[in-house]
């Protein structure tokens, strides 16, 4: 990878901007299908089919003038272990770009085999989204899913990992909801007893926690940060984000202050040196933004990294503006109004794809779920402990 020149508007030209190096990309994400294998009580999307796939275009021929100076991956779905095209890019990346690092979200039910093998050769981060540790209250937040099989496969690569002393980060991850926040502390525990790096904590700004007192919900926060100051080994990530939401809420000052974390002053490098792609072949800066450079199905690479959009993205960047990003980005150095980024997100969303864009609407307001009404004889506890050994996405994959 080239090394970024000081971005700043007086030291960037536009034709420099019009014309920028694809060798400056550093860091690529794709998300290669929406399909899935479990469905999450708390999980927005809206379409798992199997044509949701990401084209193989995309990976098999206009990422591939990338992938040599390239340095990171992130590879996502749905689930990557269940999608063939997932798999495939595994295969090329750890035969022909040895060099690049691997980095993926699994809910871990099927992490084996090649992905075990190639994480261990090239891995960089593995975050199992596991959300509960407990049988019966991951039967019910993880519909389809195998919880024994999903630890049996945290070990394994942690044990692999120790033992050649692969430079690879193991974490778990939560969705804070009613049904989770009780298992907070003993998430992180379960994290540091299973010799694991991180146990990271999203919140869900929307759904909230409707069900529990303030004081229960204290008493909650309490005991993890307990568990926080037991195992400092452990790198625990957002807590204190879902502290300051719900105090915020509630008029209240948190328990535990966030650190101060320094917000970006400048341009964000991601403009300029990653890139984003959905399934249906848009491609955008990073995960945080939703303006997108072009689609590569459409075209190639060259031609979406300097698009027209791609140039006035970078250049709005270039003047401290970042008014299609997400505000609570600590890259975003001057963040406009929540309501107004989300009102424009929402706008761009629609435009690309309005059925699911109201879809996804409806989901978010908790007026749909992923989870399928199941028979009486298939209830998720059953699934859990090994009741349902195959879901119709894995004989597909």
Request: charged share 25%.
């Amino acid at each position: 990878m080239e090394a970024l020149p000081v971005l700043h508007a007086s030291t960037i030209s536009d034709e420099q901007l019009r014309n920028w190096p694809l060798s400056h990309l550093r860091e690529i994400l794709i998300e290669m299908g929406k399909q899935c294998n479990v469905r999450c009580v708390m999980c927005y999307q809206t379409d798992f089919s199997p044509a949701t796939r990401t084209a193989e275009i995309i990976w098999k021929e206009r990422l591939l003038p990338a992938f040599p100076t390239a340095e990171r991956l992130l590879i996502s779905g749905g689930e990557p272990t269940i999608l063939p095209g997932a798999k495939e890019l595994l295969k090329t990346v750890t035969t022909q770009f040895q060099h690049l690092q691997l980095h993926t979200v699994t809910n871990g039910v099927l992490f084996r085999g090649i992905w075990e093998d190639a994480f261990i050769a090239q891995g960089g981060s593995i975050n199992f989204s596991i959300n509960a540790i407990t049988p019966d209250l991951y039967a019910k937040v993880v519909q389809f899913g195998r919880l024994q099989d999903v630890v049996a496969n945290i070990e394994r690569i942690v044990a692999r990992r120790n033992a050649v002393g692969a430079p690879l980060k193991v974490r778990i991850s939560s969705v804070i909801l009613d049904e989770t926040i009780h298992e907070m502390a003993d998430f992180i525990q379960w994290a540091a007893d299973h010799g694991l790096d991180e146990a990271l904590f999203y919140t869900d700004y929307l759904r909230g926690i409707r069900k529990h007192s303030v004081a229960e919900v204290h008493g909650h926060l309490s005991r993890a940060y307990e568990a926080v100051d037991r195992n400092p080994q452990v790198r625990v990530i957002l807590l204190e984000d879902f502290d300051r939401v719900f105090a915020a809420q509630h008029g209240l000052r948190p328990l535990r202050e966030r650190p101060e974390t320094q917000r970006a002053t400048g341009p964000c490098n991601l403009g300029f040196d990653a890139i984003a792609i959905n399934p249906d072949g848009t491609a955008c800066a990073c995960c945080k933004t939703w303006y997108s450079f072009g689609n590569l199905i459409e075209s190639d690479l060259q031609s979406v990294w300097n698009s027209d959009a791609a140039f006035k993205f970078r250049k709005r960047m270039l003047n401290n503006d970042f008014r299609d990003c997400e505000v609570a980005c600590d890259l975003n150095a001057n963040p406009i109004s929540k309501k107004v980024a989300d009102a424009r997100k929402a706008y761009a969303l629609i435009r690309r794809d309005p059925k699911s864009a109201w879809k996804k609407g409806m989901r978010r307001l908790g007026l749909s779920s992923a989870q399928v009404d199941l028979p009486d004889d298939l209830k998720p506890k059953a699934l859990a402990q090994g009741g349902l050994t195959r879901t119709p996405e894995e004989t597909t994959k």
